[in-house]
């Protein structure tokens, strides 16, 4: 298993990586953090009792340029539930990029139920294995408006850098 740390300016969170079951996700990812995509970027958004997303944005809300889409690997038998990090995306279910988000409860509705736009689901590729109180610190915080973007932090939540440390 492959492990990745998130050192925010709230404190690290480690997440645990499947490449068995969400190979492509996997690797998009890892390219992410080794190309130093995520290092300055945000946690955007914050919704209490559902998930934190991060990977976007950097603290000025300028988004940043992605790679190519990938497919989506939700039907893995991942499930999307407290502790899991999946991939973010637009309705289209094969648009993910960088962007991801930790969810802070069980989202079964996020899960894979079908291949049609509705049941597609959101691509779990694996789970926060330290720093669990560093992610619901997150989910407490205040939010509001930005722009056209809603539930964004007040205060940016950073993720200074992302590296693989295992």
Known sequence: MMKVA??????RIVLELDAVNAPKTTAN?????KSGHYNGTIFHRVIRGFMIQ????????????TKASIENEANNGLKNDVGTIAMARTQD???????????????????????TVQGWGYAVFGKVTE??????????VKTGNKGYHGDVPLEPVV????????
Do not use: C, W
Not at 6 to 11: A, E, H, S
């Open 131 to 140: 720093g669990m109180a560093i992610v619901t610190q997150i989910e407490g």
């Open 93 to 115: 279910p094969h648009s993910a990029s960088a962007q991801f988000f930790i969810n802070v409860a069980n989202n079964s509705f996020l899960n894979h139920s079908s291949k």
């Open 6 to 11: 998130l050192n925010t300016n709230f404190g």
């Open 29 to 33: 990812f890892v390219d992410y953090v």
């Open 54 to 65: 991060g990977g976007g944005f950097d603290k000025t809300m300028n988004q940043k340029t």
């Open 159 to 166: 993720i200074e850098t992302a590296e693989v440390i295992e």
